[in-house]
């Protein structure tokens, strides 16, 4: 299957500019790229996969990638619909851009004839003065037109700065200039910014007469309304391990709702087309396995984290569950793990009810009791029947961490911090 075929049918090309045109230069070969990234923060996140997978898979079809991190639009921000952006410092910016350069490279090949390229806009855009850019770029931009596009439009109520208003005619410009100097003359990018992008398209056509490309991918949404990317606690499930564990980032994706999964593989996934219908098939038929869920999450976490540190979050998975030893985990997985499904802090004198009543496997001192006597109490994974007594140190894992489960489903942990 082609490239374009390929995303075609992963969902992955919402709008096109000229969908034949767009082939025909593709087919012809030799074909060059860019998507941006804002660093709005000092981490991509899963939603930022999107656009990084489909710049993959587009290098391996034989087009030359090139990245841009937006040093100078990640000091201005593209407007919100809610509110204007805090502006962040130029050294703040500057070293987002090294962060997420870094995070963006494992997934592309910088070597080879189609090898990957590293850009920043604030290279051609910090030299450029106000009255040239009103001259050159400015000009070309009709007001009434740009007020038109819709988060504009949500804005004008509220109110919304020139700054935030000229973010636009700066993405543009990136586009003309990315043509004239590697000669990119096609644009991807989330469907949030397809006006942006095809200002960018109109805008190399009037600056030096070229005809470039440019498409869209979907906005990935949760079946049940959420944002896609966001835990259970609200927060952005990250790409950076120092925000978001390996661990946390597996379950994000075991977690995934049976009503996602078919899409998500699709969208992140490098398996073959039949591979995936196979999984999509296994999760009509047997939900409960999560067959899908599992590989993608393996796929995932070993393409972010490597192979190592994704069988290491296996076997916490398995371990948490009495399926596997916890003592051979290394302290970091295990803490993340914990940490993931509930980490309470305990004394040396705690006692194991009250360690299972403040990591909220159960509701109350006694319930914890009787659980005790009903066989459902588990301290790394040795069932336990009583309660009233503190865990020996030597019982604990790293000598600090307890596994607390109660029957097969429900795990947390305590953290002894004054032994």
Same mark, same amino acid.
């Given at each position: 299957?082609?490239?374009?075929?390929?995303?075609?049918? *992963?969902?992955?090309?919402?709008?096109?500019?000229?969908?034949?045109?767009?082939?025909?230069?593709?087919?012809?070969?030799?074909?060059?790229?860019?998507?941006?990234?804002?660093?709005?923060?000092?981490?991509?996140?899963?939603?930022?996969?999107?656009?990084?997978?489909?710049?993959? *898979?587009?290098?391996?079809?034989?087009?030359?990638?090139?990245?841009?991190?937006?040093?100078?639009?990640?000091?201005?921000?593209?407007?919100?619909?809610?509110? #204007?952006?805090?502006?962040?410092?130029?050294?703040?910016?500057?070293?987002?851009?090294?962060?997420?350069?870094?995070?963006?490279?494992?997934?592309?090949?910088? #070597?080879?004839?189609?090898?990957?390229?590293?850009?920043?806009?604030?290279?051609?855009?910090?030299?450029?003065?106000?009255?040239?850019?009103?001259?050159?770029?400015?000009?070309?931009?009709?007001?009434?037109?740009?007020?038109?596009?819709?988060?504009?439009?949500?804005?004008?109520?509220?109110?919304?700065?020139?700054?935030?208003?000229?973010?636009?005619?700066?993405?543009?410009?990136? @586009?003309?200039?990315?043509?004239?100097? @590697?000669?990119?003359?096609?644009?991807?990018?989330?469907?949030?910014?397809?006006?942006?992008?095809?200002?960018?398209?109109?805008?190399?056509? *009037?600056?030096?007469?070229?005809?470039?490309?440019?498409?869209?991918?979907?906005?990935?949404?949760?079946?049940?309304?959420?944002?896609?990317?966001?835990?259970?606690?609200?927060?952005?499930?990250?790409?950076?391990?120092?925000?978001?564990?390996?661990?946390?980032?597996?379950?994000?994706?075991?977690?995934?709702?049976?009503?996602?999964?078919?899409?998500?593989?699709?969208?992140?996934?490098?398996?073959?087309?039949?591979?995936?219908?196979?999984?999509? #098939?296994?999760?009509?038929?047997?939900?409960?396995?999560?067959?899908?869920?599992?590989?993608?999450? #393996?796929?995932?976490?070993?393409?972010?984290?490597?192979?190592?540190?994704?069988?290491?979050?296996?076997?916490?998975?398995?371990?948490?569950?009495?399926?596997?030893?916890?003592?051979?985990?290394?302290?970091?997985?295990? *803490?993340?793990?914990?940490?993931?499904?509930?980490?309470?802090?305990?004394?040396?004198?705690?006692?194991?009810?009250?360690?299972?009543?403040?990591?909220?496997?159960?509701?109350?001192?006694?319930?914890?009791?009787?659980?005790?006597?009903?066989?459902?109490? @588990?301290?790394?994974?040795?069932?336990?029947?009583?309660?009233?007594?503190?865990?020996?140190?030597?019982?604990?894992?790293?000598?600090?961490?307890?596994?607390?489960?109660?029957?097969?489903?429900?795990?947390?942990?305590?953290?002894?911090?004054?032994?």
């Amino acid at each position: 299957m082609d490239i374009i075929d390929d995303l075609t049918w *992963r969902g992955l090309i919402q709008d096109s500019t000229d969908p034949e045109a767009l082939r025909e230069a593709v087919d012809a070969g030799g074909l060059s790229f860019y998507v941006g990234f804002d660093p709005t923060a000092e981490s991509l996140h899963v939603g930022h996969l999107t656009q990084v997978l489909t710049a993959r *898979r587009l290098q391996a079809a034989g087009l030359r990638p090139h990245l841009l991190v937006g040093g100078a639009t990640g000091q201005i921000g593209d407007p919100r619909q809610t509110s #204007e952006r805090n502006l962040n410092s130029p050294e703040t910016v500057a070293g987002w851009v090294k962060k997420i350069q870094g995070q963006i490279e494992p997934f592309l090949d910088f #070597e080879g004839s189609d090898a990957a390229v590293m850009v920043n806009n604030l290279d051609w855009t910090s030299g450029m003065d106000v009255i040239s850019f009103l001259r050159d770029v400015g000009k070309h931009f009709s007001v009434s037109k740009m007020i038109n596009r819709e988060v504009v439009r949500a804005r004008l109520e509220t109110g919304i700065s020139f700054t935030e208003f000229s973010y636009q005619l700066l993405q543009s410009n990136d @586009y003309y200039q990315l043509n004239e100097r @590697y000669g990119v003359s096609l644009q991807f990018g989330g469907s949030d910014q397809w006006g942006n992008i095809t200002a960018g398209v109109d805008f190399v056509r *009037r600056s030096n007469g070229k005809h470039v490309h440019a498409f869209v991918t979907p906005l990935v949404l949760k079946a049940d309304g959420t944002k896609f990317g966001k835990t259970a606690g609200g927060g952005n499930t990250w790409l950076s391990s120092e925000l978001t564990s390996p661990y946390a980032f597996y379950q994000f994706w075991i977690n995934a709702d049976d009503r996602d999964v078919a899409k998500y593989l699709r969208y992140f996934s490098f398996k073959s087309r039949e591979e995936i219908e196979e999984l999509e #098939e296994a999760t009509r038929e047997k939900p409960a396995a999560r067959l899908a869920q599992r590989a993608l999450a #393996e796929e995932l976490t070993t393409l972010l984290h490597g192979a190592e540190e994704c069988a290491d979050v296996q076997a916490a998975s398995k371990a948490l569950f009495g399926r596997g030893e916890l003592a051979e985990l290394p302290e970091p997985t295990l *803490r993340s793990a914990l940490a993931e499904a509930g980490l309470a802090e305990a004394g040396a004198e705690t006692t194991v009810a009250q360690m299972f009543k403040d990591a909220g496997v159960v509701g109350s001192l006694g319930e914890a009791r009787r659980a005790a006597k009903e066989g459902g109490v @588990y301290v790394n994974n040795e069932r336990v029947t009583e309660v009233n007594e503190p865990i020996a140190s030597e019982k604990l894992l790293h000598g600090r961490y307890a596994v607390l489960r109660r029957g097969k489903k429900t795990v947390a942990g305590a953290e002894v911090t004054s032994r």
